[in-house]
T-cell receptor
Framework: AQSVTQLDSQVPVFEEAPVELRCNYS??????LFWYVQYPNQGLQLLLK??????LVKGINGFEAEFNKSQTSFHLRKPSVHISDTAEYFC????????????FGAGTQVVVTP | GAVVSQHPSRVICKSGTSVKIECRSL??????MFWYRQFPKQSLMLMAT?????????EQGVEKDKFLINHASLTLSTLTVTSAHPEDSSFYIC?????????????FGDGTRLSIL
């Protein structure tokens, strides 16, 4: 079984400042990794995913994440945030041999202020 | 990108009512659909996985007679909350994916806010 830990429940950040959201996982097998964003009263939108290959993954809206196998981490970053980035962010993992079954972290609330 | 439509977006009903939630994939064939439940300020908890044409697989602790799932076509899955009670109030989210197309991520609907009075 796998587990996902998002170390920060809430991250306040000023507009145009950088932000990093931390995600660590544990699994006894290979995994796929995802970051999703959720706006209030909406479903989840995929920001980016790591399946294989380059460990630096670029996603939508200027976000990127780096897979670090030795540290079992998949931290999300954005160099300059906008007010519109205020949302809940979820890290998720899926074991490669149990296709599609996602385990989500607890989520990180990002609040961007002017 | 892929679009998943979930309907209704919000339901308010009396205790004892059965409520049906629809999840449709609009521009791709969803061989697999997932149903999640999300409590306020918490993460998503997988309730069940449904593959088109077969019975859903429920996660431990989820009552299959309480949460009926049907996935009769490649574009539609339904979740019926039978005889709903206030403790069933929650945000329900579906997602869809096409397993044949390989390691495709799930595409999520916008969720259904269920409030049982």
């Amino acid at each position: 079984a796998q587990s996902v830990t998002q170390l920060d429940s809430q991250v306040p950040v000023f507009e145009e400042a950088p932000v990093e959201l931390r995600c660590n996982y544990s699994s006894s097998v290979s995994v796929y990794l995802f970051w999703y964003v959720q706006y209030p009263n909406q479903g989840l939108q995929l920001l980016l995913k790591y399946l294989s290959g380059s460990t630096l993954v670029k996603g939508i809206n200027g976000f990127e994440a780096e897979f670090n196998k030795s540290q079992t981490s998949f931290h999300l970053r954005k160099p300059s945030v906008h007010i519109s980035d205020t949302a809940e962010y979820f890290c998720a993992v899926s074991e490669t041999d149990s296709w599609g079954k996602l385990q989500f972290g607890a989520g990180t609330q990002v609040v961007v202020t002017p | 990108g892929a679009v998943v439509s979930q309907h209704p977006s919000r339901v308010i009903c009396k205790s004892g009512t059965s409520v049906k939630i629809e999840c449709r994939s609009l521009d791709f064939q969803a061989t697999t659909m997932f149903w999640y439940r999300q409590f306020p300020k918490q993460s998503l908890m997988l309730m069940a996985t449904s593959n088109e044409g077969s019975k859903a697989t429920y996660e431990q602790g989820v009552e299959k007679d309480k949460f009926l799932i049907n996935h009769a076509s490649l574009t539609l899955s339904t979740l019926t909350v039978t005889s709903a009670h206030p403790e069933d109030s929650s945000f329900y989210i579906c997602s869809a994916s096409n397993r044949v197309r390989g390691n495709q991520p799930q595409h999520f609907g916008d969720g259904t806010r269920l409030s049982i009075l």
